[in-house]
């Protein structure tokens, strides 16, 4: 019996060795790009286009869209709120949204409770889609930094698992976490 290990399909940003270099800070935001988050698939190119020269993963098709992301707390205020956004596209040749709600969590340091907010792709606007918009959709995803251990992170992704079906067209452009004013 053989156990021999094939190469994993799946991109592990987070274990990059340039992975800082796509998390940038300014005056209480971080964004990250997408060459820092892990993408279920990310390297098998049927699934993802990963574009290192554009920093963007633009999804092909797949029936499971996971994507994660962490934050170390050196990145973060304990005691202060934030909201936590996905800026993505729809291409015009995006397909199988209808009834698939997009989901993220946030998970605020290891010791808290997961939070969620979905967003129905197929309701965006049509004038929307080919530009940049937020998931969620409408409302901000909010959550409050309480731990201050060094060893705590953010952890956070984009999921539509449920639905079963095949679905292409999303680009991630970056992931935004910043302090609600």
């Given at each position: 019996m053989s156990t021999s290990s094939s190469p994993s399909p799946h991109y592990k940003g987070s274990?990059?060795?340039?992975?800082?270099?796509?998390?940038?800070?300014?005056?209480?935001t971080v964004v990250i790009k997408p060459l820092a988050l892990d993408i279920i698939w990310g390297k098998d190119s049927r699934y993802w286009h990963l574009?290192?020269?554009?920093?963007?993963?633009?999804?092909?098709?797949?029936?499971?869209?996971?994507v994660n992301g962490s934050l170390g707390m050196k990145h973060l205020k304990p005691g202060t709120r934030y909201k936590l956004e996905f800026k993505v596209m729809l291409k015009p040749d995006a397909f199988g949204w209808n009834n698939s709600p997009v989901y993220i969590m946030v998970k605020p340091g290891k010791n808290s409770n997961?939070?969620?907010?979905?967003?129905?792709?197929s309701?965006?606007?049509?004038?929307?889609?080919?530009?940049?918009?937020?998931?969620?959709?409408?409302?901000?995803?909010?959550?409050?930094?309480?731990?201050?251990?060094?060893?705590?992170?953010?952890?956070?992704?984009?999921?539509?698992?449920?639905?079963?079906?095949?679905?292409?067209?999303?680009?991630?452009?970056?992931?935004?976490?910043?302090?609600?004013q």
């Open positions: 274990t990059q060795p340039n992975a800082e270099q796509h998390v940038h800070e300014k005056e209480g574009d290192a020269e554009k920093n963007i993963a633009e999804l092909v098709q797949v029936s499971w869209l996971e997961y939070i969620w907010k979905n967003t129905d792709l309701k965006i606007k049509e004038e929307q889609k080919s530009s940049t918009f937020t998931i969620p959709s409408g409302s901000f995803l909010e959550f409050a930094m309480t731990s201050s251990s060094d060893d705590d992170k953010l952890t956070f992704g984009l999921f539509e698992i449920w639905a079963r079906k095949w679905k292409g067209g999303l680009v991630i452009k970056e992931v935004v976490i910043s302090e609600v």
